[in-house]
Nanobody, 123 residues
């Protein structure tokens, strides 16, 4: 059973906004750090943003600051990624991940993953 399930990815136009969701499946992960990563075709998976268990700690990849906002609702066991002013280069599969540790921007820092949701931004 996949522990995290992403949703919300779709085909949008450049300049649009979109919110991705990631729901826990089978367990709550309410006390885990949650993160978003993305992987564009032919590229390595890259860190986008992370949020600690209570939302008091948040950090972003430098290139994502200002356009992306991560948040979470532990009552719904869900983490969100609000993306504004989308660009064609944001096209990627977006993955949700969870870890007990806080502070990692590495793929290897997160033992739990979803299967991803595809975002395509057309110009």
């Amino acid at each position: 059973q996949v522990p995290l399930v992403e949703s919300g990815g779709e085909l949008v136009q450049a300049g649009d906004s979109l919110r991705l969701s990631c729901a826990a499946s089978g367990r709550t992960f309410s006390d885990y750090t949650k993160a978003w990563f993305r992987q564009a075709p032919g590229k390595e998976r890259e860190f986008v943003a992370a949020i600690n268990w209570n939302g008091a700690g948040i950090y972003y990849a430098d290139s994502m600051k200002g356009r992306f906002t991560i948040s979470r609702d532990n009552a719904k066991n869900t983490v969100y990624l609000q993306m504004d002013s989308l660009k064609p280069e944001d096209t990627a599969v977006y993955y949700c991940a969870a870890s007990r540790a806080y502070g990692s921007t590495r793929v290897t820092g997160y033992p739990y993953w979803g299967q991803g949701t595809q975002l395509t931004v057309s110009s």
